[in-house]
């Protein structure tokens, strides 16, 4: 493999990244934040006037860790996805006014009222049974009410978990996908048995979903264009530089990019030369890429060896971002943590094997939330270092 490329023609100022998506919304001066501002607080208003959040049914005792799921879901896709626009100004005011819509479906579907003839499905069995035994145990005595209320609604406590999976993951289509799919089994059993939601309920969710697909846009896409051009600001060779830009592109826009792809690319900038030099180029400027600039990283499968961007290429320095990072990791050891030396199973430990799946699947829940912690924010380290 050879270290240096040909010369070419010195590279001039790295090009500016894109502006903002036209999707979406740009700041306070375009005016379809008011339409999504109008769009959460009518969800919030038809959504409140549910029969369910009556005295006789859901009450907020239960609405803690309800609000905090709501905050974390939104922190997640907003903060460390940026699905709904650049997480500051205007931007950020709607998607603090998302989490209490978010709030009131969850709490409409997740939630169990108290009667007992109300316990119906697997939630309400679920429910029944861990009350059973946190009055036979006495495990509440030694609770706070405000913990408690997690394990009063094991609805709830799914669906933290089923977040906390979700957000271990890198792509957001595969966080969305999960967090739709734990979305789906309250939601049936809530549809299923009465009392059902009210058509008022209905149309504020209507309202919230329109108001989410207005301020949808990709942020994270400008945040990857400004680090690849970062990255890359000093590749004094413009040939490597504009090879090195469009792998970066195609890689990022794709989410891998194979072998035949950067000899494509590098072929059509550098055509003069021979096959074998070309293919120096392409592992010289792959190697820089990966080692030296670290835009990407090399990842292997059955299919064989391919580049994909740099885990943290999307990412930028933002303290919303660490917030949202750390109190979901903090709550769910937490959660963990109680789980496990609580008396409360899923499955009792007496059945062999099975008795310590749940157990092992918490702990899994909960050290996958550290997983690449310590890495997330490592620096660049230079090549020849």
Excluded at 211 to 227: C, D, E, F, M, P
Excluded at 305 to 313: A, E
Aim: proline share 6%.
């Amino acid at each position: 493999m050879t270290e240096s490329i040909k010369p070419s023609e010195k590279a001039g100022p790295a090009p500016a990244a894109e502006g903002m998506p036209k999707s979406g919304v740009a700041g306070i001066y375009d005016p379809k934040w008011i339409l999504v501002a109008l769009c959460y607080i009518a969800a919030i208003a038809l959504m409140g006037q549910d029969p369910w959040y009556g005295d006789r049914q859901f009450t907020y005792n239960q609405g803690i860790f309800v609000g905090i799921l709501a905050f974390l879901i939104v922190a997640g896709f907003c903060w460390e996805s940026y699905l709904l626009g650049r997480p500051s100004g205007i931007n950020l005011i709607l998607q603090f006014l998302l989490i209490i819509p978010l709030t009131l479906l969850i709490g409409r579907i997740a939630g169990l009222p108290p009667a007992p003839e109300a316990s119906y499905g697997f939630l309400g069995q679920l429910r029944d049974y861990v009350s059973h035994i946190k009055d036979e145990i006495g495990f509440g005595s030694v609770m706070p009410l405000w913990v408690l209320d997690v394990f009063r609604n094991p609805g709830i406590l799914l669906l933290i978990l089923f977040t906390a999976v979700a957000f271990t993951q890198q792509k957001s289509s595969r966080r969305f996908a999960l967090i739709v799919v734990a979305f789906l089994i309250p939601s049936m059993q809530t549809l299923s048995h009465d009392p059902r939601p009210s058509i008022l309920f209905g149309i504020g969710c209507l309202a919230m979903m329109v108001g989410i697909v207005l301020q949808y846009s990709r942020y994270a896409t400008i945040v990857g264009q400004k680090n690849i051009l970062q990255r890359l600001h000093a590749v004094a060779d413009r040939s490597e530089l504009t090879c090195s830009l469009r792998i970066s592109k195609r890689a990022a826009e794709e989410g891998f990019v194979n072998e035949d792809g950067v000899l494509a690319v590098v072929q059509r900038q550098y055509g003069t030369f021979d096959l074998s030099t070309i293919r120096e180029i392409a592992q010289t400027i792959s190697h820089r890429l990966v080692r030296e600039h670290r835009v990407l990283q090399m990842q292997g499968d059955e299919r064989g060896f391919f580049l994909i961007p740099h885990s943290d290429l999307f990412k930028t320095d933002s303290i919303l971002d660490e917030i949202a990072v750390w109190i979901r990791k903090i709550l769910i050891t937490g959660l963990v943590i109680l789980w496990l030396i609580s008396p409360i199973d899923l499955l009792p430990d007496s059945i062999p094997i099975l008795g310590a799946l749940d157990d092992a699947l918490i702990s899994l829940v909960g050290a996958g939330q550290w997983l690449g912690t310590f890495k997330r924010r490592r620096p660049v380290i230079p090549y020849n270092a």
